[in-house]
């Protein structure tokens, strides 16, 4: 965990804060996944990480303490064709203001803060914090909601479209995963709005 944010960014003035974070920004296929965490004073931070540093087992354990222990979470999944509709940027900050609306409705929150350099649009004090899911408890929490529950997610796209290999990649863009959309084609989930290079167009298939 990375000390000296709270430096410039004092915890005592930013009163109950509730912290977002996504997963599933970069994947061809599937949903963005967003979660919201209140997390009380006496939590066990130091199984806290930023999410995509912990292992699979490591991530797990942590859920299910998190949810356990929280003041407030919730969870947020948008759909491929939300994603497609009005672009992965809108969507992931859409999901995360969803997720935070979930628990303002359920716990009073005073600060929110999200990791990346893009805040969702909500009524109160909102920062953005750039690798802030290896900074602040909250958004570490949230980062590892976001993580499990995606991930749980595509093991069903898995069992639902196996020739995809979604258990393995996840959606994201492996060599694995472009073979098999050159193979079969696009899934029913994949992001259209995506344009993934075939081998025709350059040697080094790429997303951009």
């Known amino acids: ?63 299910v303490v998190i949810k356990e222990k929280a003041i407030s979470w919730a969870i947020v999944s948008l759909s491929h064709s939300i994603i497609d509709r009005i672009n992965i940027l809108q969507a992931s900050l859409m999901a995360m203001k969803m997720a935070y609306e979930r628990v303002a409705s359920k716990t009073h929150v005073d600060t929110l803060l999200v990791d990346g350099n893009k805040k969702p ?15 602040i408890p909250e958004i570490m929490a949230a980062s590892i909601l976001a993580k499990t529950e995606r991930d ?3 093991l069903l796209c898995d069992r639902k479209w196996p020739e995809y290999g979604y258990r393995e990649h996840k959606g994201y863009p492996t060599k694995q995963h472009i073979a098999m959309i050159e193979k079969y084609g696009p899934s029913p989930i994949t992001r259209m709005s995506f ?6 167009e350059d040697e080094t298939p790429s997303l951009f």
């Open 195 to 200: 344009h993934l290079k075939s081998k025709k």
């Open 1 to 63: 965990m990375e000390k000296g944010l709270f430096e410039t960014l004092p915890e005592s003035d930013m009163g109950i804060i509730c912290g977002a974070d996504e997963a599933g920004r970069g994947p061809l296929a599937g949903p963005v996944t967003a979660a919201a965490v209140v997390l009380p004073q006496d939590f066990p931070i130091s199984i806290l990480n930023d999410s995509k540093k912990m292992s699979e087992k490591e991530r797990m354990e942590a859920e």
């Open 152 to 154: 749980r997610l595509m």
């Open 121 to 135: 649009d909500v009524a109160i004090p909102c920062s953005a914090i750039v690798k802030g899911d290896g900074k």
